[in-house]
């Protein structure tokens, strides 16, 4: 593992930890190096309205916008037990509006072997900016 991808990993279990997960007891975190060379972390946030919850992708992409940061570079997803968490079909979308194809996303159970695939591998004939001319 390269110095870089040892701090996302690091970065992505250090803000799982503070993940707010009460129902499905399900910490995820994701941790997005940006094209500002600077690293977002973000977590799931559960709500007891269970459908208005939200992933751990989304809130590191907030926090890289809120931080200055424009395009995903490399993205860790990591979670409980062994089996690596790859993004759930929406995440994969709004990883989408932010990063190229070629981007990879490394999925990290907390015991388990990184998964590495591109987001082209992800979500392949996907729509994105580029349709609406952005
Ligand atoms: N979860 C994520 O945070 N990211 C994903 O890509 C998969 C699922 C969260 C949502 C929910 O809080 C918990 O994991 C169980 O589904």
């Known amino acids: ?23 499905s007891n399900f910490q995820v975190g994701a941790a997005i ?3 500002d ?28 916008l809120a931080g200055g940061g424009k395009r995903i570079r490399r993205i860790y997803v990591t979670g409980p037990g062994t089996m690596p968490v790859t993004p759930c079909g929406g995440c994969r979308q709004r990883i989408r509006e932010f990063a190229d194809l070629d981007v ?6 907390v015991d388990g072997q990184p998964l590495v695939q591109t987001l082209g591998q992800l979500l392949p004939h996907s729509f994105g900016p580029e349709f609406l001319n952005k």
């Open 37 to 64: 060379g600077k690293i977002y972390a973000g977590c799931n946030v559960e709500n007891a309205a269970y459908p208005v919850g939200n992933c751990a992708e989304p809130s590191a992409i907030a926090a890289m």
């Open 104 to 109: 990879e996303v490394i999925s990290h159970g």
């Open 33 to 35: 190096l940006a094209d």
């Open 1 to 23: 593992m390269t110095d870089q991808d040892a701090a996302l990993f690091a970065a992505a279990e250090a803000v799982r930890k503070n993940a707010y997960a009460p129902y």
